[in-house]
């Protein structure tokens, strides 16, 4: 071979060598923009298509964090992190002093489009006057945002926090979490969004006024179900890719079966029939507590709380809540016991505060349905929960074990004289502590707040609805129940 056929060879080879070499690098930098938008490169990710599970290494300087489960969100299962000060409901000011930014709509979970709807729906029931020209107030500045009413009318306001969440979604100056950013047109949308204040026009607008023939509470939802039947994303979608929040078991009570093929978020399903709400389609979502937040360091332990079980409510209630009056004529005088009536007042609420923090089981007992503010209010005094509601569907129970921190025990079996006080006498020490330990762990999820902070319930309601998103096979944890 010639040296000159020689040399043309080796310059073939070499540039073909190179071509591999970009082609492979190219490779891999396409695969990694496509998988990143949805996947940190700082964590382990479990990425579930069909029945194929890939893992992708972390960087190996990088802070550990929570495993995010992509498609199913972010699982919570196995976290181990603390919080020692959970901040109240309207946020920590440190949070904003970091760097803002805004969320790239490609890294979100989910991108929800909401309608502009007048105020008449949402802020105006808060009083909130707009301009000539304006839908929405002004939520840069978390101090000057329109609050929400207090007392109980806040254990249902969810659609408050929600609407909040989706407004400053893209304000550069609030920092939040990034699972769910506002988009502007409903092409782009994995979920419409519908901002109507169902519970609170439940609570402030049910009453006929006057000469009035209807209730502003019903004039609302008359003009929602108008509005949406006119609306070609309804059309379009037949309403399934809607998402309405109605968390008061009375809100919406007119308009939820015209309504009825959109994703509800709830706090329970016991009002609905099974076509209207299910939970195949819809979330159930926790109330807000009206208890004040105990810090992890305040948090009293085994031997600080001396009330072994604690209730305080409403005893006498219909349906399945006839089992409060039975339960209380079993335990009413034992002495390690605070079972009475209590009232939402501002004293009753403190009472509660006080009696759940320095009790060691909180009873959450069915009343009129089968969820109860109580259940939070417990979480966050870290009193471990007592659950009796046969029918109750809780939080996120597909990514949360609430064996780990609560005690489940059927109706049935609560009723049987010596039973629940035995049962919960014999709970040893360390076993209370565990759960103890692990409500303190999970009770940030429960916590709503603006601006919305990683995994509180926020999050973790937009979470959930990205894992609607993927399947409507979503499986629960399996519930311990404690028998005789």
């Known amino acids: 071979m010639s040296e000159k ?8 080879l070499s540039v073909t060598g190179l071509s591999m070499l970009f082609l492979v690098l ?30 992708i290494k972390p960087e190996e300087n990088d802070e550990p964090i929570e495993p995010i489960v992509i498609p199913l969100a972010q699982s919570i299962k196995d976290t181990h992190e603390t919080t020692d000060d959970i901040v109240e409901a309207f946020g920590d000011t440190d949070l904003n002093e970091r760097a803002p930014t805004v969320c790239d709509r490609n890294k979100a979970l989910l991108r929800v489009y909401m309608y502009d709807m007048p105020p ?74 519908v901002p109507f204040f169902a519970s609170l026009s ?102 600080g709380r001396p009330t072994l079980i604690y209730f305080q409510g409403a005893i006498y209630r219909k349906d399945g809540g006839a089992i409060r009056q039975e339960l209380y004529y079993l335990l009413k005088d034992e002495n390690d016991v605070h079972f009475t009536f209590g009232s939402a007042q501002r004293s009753g609420v403190r009472q509660a505060s006080q009696g759940m923090g320095s009790s060691k089981f909180c009873l959450n007992i069915a009343g009129d349905t089968p969820s109860s503010n109580r259940l939070f209010d417990a979480i966050v005094s870290h009193c471990v929960p007592v659950i009796i509601s046969d029918d109750i569907e809780l939080p996120y129970e597909d990514v949360l074990d609430y064996s780990k921190f609560s005690v489940f ?37 429960f916590e709503y707040q603006y601006p919305s902070q990683p995994n509180d319930a926020v999050d973790m309601i937009w979470q959930a609805l990205a894992r609607k998103k993927y399947t409507s096979n979503v499986n629960r944890n399996e519930r311990g129940y404690r028998m005789p």
């Not at 105006?124 to 000057?144: C, F, H, M, T, Y």
């Not at 929040?245 to 007119?254: D, F, G, K, T």
């Not at 004289?417 to 999820?445: C, Q, S, Y």
């Open 202 to 303: 439940y609570n402030r607008h049910s009453k006929v006024h006057g000469k009035e023939k209807l209730s502003l509470n019903r004039k609302l939802q008359n003009k929602l179900v108008e509005f949406l039947m006119r609306r070609p994303e309804w059309r379009k979608s037949r309403g399934t890719d809607h998402v309405i929040v109605a968390h008061h078991p009375n809100s919406m009570l007119y308009a939820r079966r015209k309504l009825g093929s959109a994703r509800f978020v709830l706090a329970d399903f016991g009002r609905y029939v099974a076509k209207t709400a299910n939970p195949e389609k819809d979330i159930i979502a926790p109330y807000k507590h009206v208890v004040k937040t105990i810090s992890n360091n305040s948090s009293a332990p085994f031997e």
């Open 5 to 12: 056929t020689l040399r043309s060879s080796r310059l073939i």
């Open 409 to 445: 025990v059927w109706a049935s079996d609560a009723i049987k004289p010596g039973f629940l006080l035995n049962l919960l006498r014999e709970i040893p020490r360390d076993e209370w502590t565990k759960m103890w330990t692990r409500l303190k762990e999970v009770a940030h999820h």
């Open 120 to 193: 008449e729906f949402h802020f105006g029931l808060l009083e909130w006057k707009a301009g000539s020209s304006r839908i929405w107030p002004d939520v840069s500045n978390p101090s000057q945002v329109p609050r929400y009413p207090g007392g109980l009318n806040l254990q249902h306001s969810i659609e408050y926090w929600l609407t909040l969440d989706l407004l400053s979604s893209n304000i550069k100056e609030i920092v939040r979490p990034c699972s769910v950013i506002r988009v502007e047109k409903p092409s782009e949308a994995d979920f419409i969004f």
């Open 26 to 55: 190219s490779s891999f930098f396409l695969f990694h923009s496509v998988i990143n938008p949805f996947i940190p490169s700082s964590v382990f990710k479990f990425i579930v298509v069909g029945d194929d599970n890939v893992y």
